[in-house]
T-cell receptor, first 112, second 108 residues
Framework: DAGVIQSPRHEVTEMGQEVTLRCKPI?????LFWYRQTMMRGLELLIYFNNNVPIDDSGMPEDRFSAKMPNASFSTLKIQPSEPRDSAVYFCASSVQGSTIYFGEGSWLTVV | AQRVTQPEKLLSVFKGAPVELKCNYSYSGSPELFWYVQYSRQRLQLLLRHISRESIKGFTADLNKGETSFHLKKPFAQEEDSAMYYCALKQAGTALIFGKGTTLSVSS
């Protein structure tokens, strides 16, 4: 398996624009997680899904952030409108119940 | 509330010196603890999980429930150990809660 695949790897966008980050989990994994990494706050859990259903979205910072998982092999994290303080690395991760959580390579977002 | 604390942002040691990366946690149930490593601009990789009680790349970590700690240790640091290390706790369900990370810098 190619592992967790994220796109885009790098994105630079202007404040106010919509940003969509994509994730393909490892085949057969039924849990999917979105994390945000910044220097100041480290790794924060934003939201996670089980069998495509959002379980805990309490880490989503505000209404500008939304995440969907329309099927077992795809998830998106959307920011609309984006702000400079959203600049961070966004990691997607997946796992099977009770097993190791595997991370993607991250999407490096810069909002100018 | 569940929390993972890594008190050091940066730890600098010389090659061959012992390393201890500190991790303390607060959790009301039976914790499952992990160490993840992130080499420069790469994905996070699992280094250790406490239930495995294994040694990976010379690193070990012992869960001390009395002190609520899960410190990561290595007797002799190597330059290739330079990376960011995250301690994480798995809460009920399956999400990982991470500490803020410690950057380990090993110089010759």
């Amino acid at each position: 398996d190619a592992g967790v695949i994220q796109s885009p790897r790098h994105e630079v966008t202007e404040m106010g624009q919509e940003v969509t980050l994509r994730c393909k989990p490892i085949s057969g994994h039924d849990y999917l997680f979105w994390y945000r990494q910044t220097m100041m706050r480290g790794l924060e859990l934003l939201i996670y899904f089980n069998n495509n259903v959002p379980i805990d979205d309490s880490g989503m910072p505000e209404d500008r952030f939304s995440a969907k998982m329309p099927n077992a092999s795809f998830s998106t994290l959307k920011i609309q409108p984006s702000e400079p303080r959203d600049s961070a690395v966004y990691f997607c991760a997946s796992s099977v119940q009770g097993s190791t959580i595997y991370f993607g390579e991250g999407s490096w977002l810069t909002v100018v | 509330a569940q929390r993972v604390t890594q008190p050091e942002k940066l730890l600098s040691v010389f090659k061959g010196a012992p390393v201890e990366l500190k991790c303390n946690y607060s959790y009301s149930g039976s914790p499952e603890l992990f160490w993840y490593v992130q080499y420069s601009r790469q994905r996070l990789q699992l280094l250790l999980r406490h239930i495995s009680r294994e040694s990976i790349k010379g690193f070990t970590a012992d869960l001390n429930k009395g002190e609520t700690s899960f410190h990561l240790k290595k007797p002799f640091a190597q330059e290739e150990d330079s990376a960011m290390y995250y301690c994480a706790l798995k809460q009920a369900g399956t999400a990982l809660i991470f500490g803020k990370g410690t950057t380990l810098s090993v110089s010759s």
